[in-house]
């Protein structure tokens, strides 16, 4: 039986979001939320963890199929379970409140601040291409850029649907350029196959990295409150939006390494420069720094903007730090909640400094807690149908049990990986995770029901995805 949930006033919450997205605007949307700058910036990490090539091209395919099956699960929570709570509700549902608080926890303190700390740091590397800073240039500009979209945030200044909208296609018009110069300029000679010895060829890495460029469609859960009859059409935004980002992806990996080879790839940080300073020269370097400067604004300003919004909503939950649950009327923002998430991602950039690469630590930071949460989720899929055998099911993923199952044995493959091949950071941030308990003590005592009948508290991260999409 299907439960509908009673619309009722709320203090934090002046109404519920409308249906108005159709299915284009939501893929749209999708694919604004993945391809943002990761793209930009993990292929030469994932080139300096395979053994060759073809192994290079094999992972981003693998990454689209895993990536695929992920959103048939989530198409199925999502359409049993809109809310626009996304996540948070579906944790809450199948394991109760407690798991869902820590998952909020872990969003809020190790997630969505490690990256905005790791957004921060690629455009500080793209920055530093363009304006030099010396050794510290990278986390010089991702500390300011964190300060000042902060501040924007703070303010009120929201970017509209169309401008979101316009920004995506600039990243999208990137990478197709990056394929067609690649395709069409490159030499079109094979680099020689170059053969990493055990020790510093790492599978696993390679998968963390192109698994973290895929990341960012789970976030679609959080629309189904939005979505035109959102409960049939949401298998559809995934697996379209999915189908899109995968072939640009192992498109314009496949141009790159035609022009840069793998050794070249290896080499770089900035591997979208670097690949167009080599066909174009520097004129060419700087246009396409200037793209991910705009791709990597883009996206650093929605994760602030979301993040705050996260810290809002756990508030709200919690009888600790009240006024961070405090609504900003005159700004219409979380103030409190930005500043604060606005605090701990700048001690994350300070970290990061005094490692060799800013952007590897945010992810190994962040890696283990996100897969962990993931894996999570995809139980969630046994759970709740054992728990709620009659529930309205407008769409289930197929092949049920296989494809659930592959999709938590993938999550399960990438946690191991995740604490297995990355460095003291990841153990940070699970540290960081299990800090998160005693949060457990300090729950509101509304009981399930009436929690149950109020608009999700996450309403205003919902209508910060749209707005910012």
Known sequence: MLLVYPRVSHPNAKRAPNASLSVFDAVIIMVGLVIGIGIFRTPSIVAANVESELAFVLVWVAGGLITLIGALCYAELAAAHPHAGGEYHFLSRAYGRPTAVLFGWARGSVMQTGAIAGVAFVLGDYLSQIVPLGPYGPAIYAALSIVVFT????????????????????????????????????????????????????????????????????????????????????????VLGTAAIASLYVLANIAMLAVLGLDGLRQSDAVAAEMMRAIAGPSGAVIVSLAVVVAAISTLNATIFTGGRVYYAMAQDLTLLPRVGEWNERGK?????????????????????????????????????????????????????????????????????????????????????????TGIAALIGVVVLVAGAPLLWFQRNDPPEQARSQPSRAIPALNAQASNH
Request: aromatic share 10%; with cysteine.
């Open 151 to 238: 501040a924007i945030n703070v303010i009120g200044t929201r970017q509209s649907k169309t401008l979101q909208i316009t920004v995506t296609f600039i990243e999208i018009g990137a990478v197709v350029a990056i394929i067609l110069a690649g395709f069409l300029l490159g030499s079109g000679e094979p680099t020689p196959p170059v053969v990493q010895s055990q020790e510093t060829a790492a599978l696993g890495m390679a998968m963390i990295f192109v698994l973290l460029t895929y990341g960012g469609w789970n976030e679609v859960a959080y629309l189904t409150g939005e979505i035109k009859d959102a409960p049939r059409n949401i298998a559809r935004v995934l």
């Open 333 to 421: 923002t979380p103030a409190n909640g930005l500043i604060l998430q606005a605090g701990v991602a700048l001690a994350l950039v300070g970290i990061g400094a005094g490692t060799r690469d800013g952007f590897q630590a945010m992810v190994d930071y962040t890696a283990p807690v996100f897969w962990g949460s993931l894996l999570l989720i995809g139980i969630a899929v046994f759970v709740l149908r054992r728990k709620e055998p009659d529930r309205l099911r407008p769409y289930k993923v197929p092949l049920y049990p296989l494809t659930p199952a592959l999709f938590c044995i993938t999550c399960a493959y990438m946690l191991h990986g995740s604490l297995a091949y």
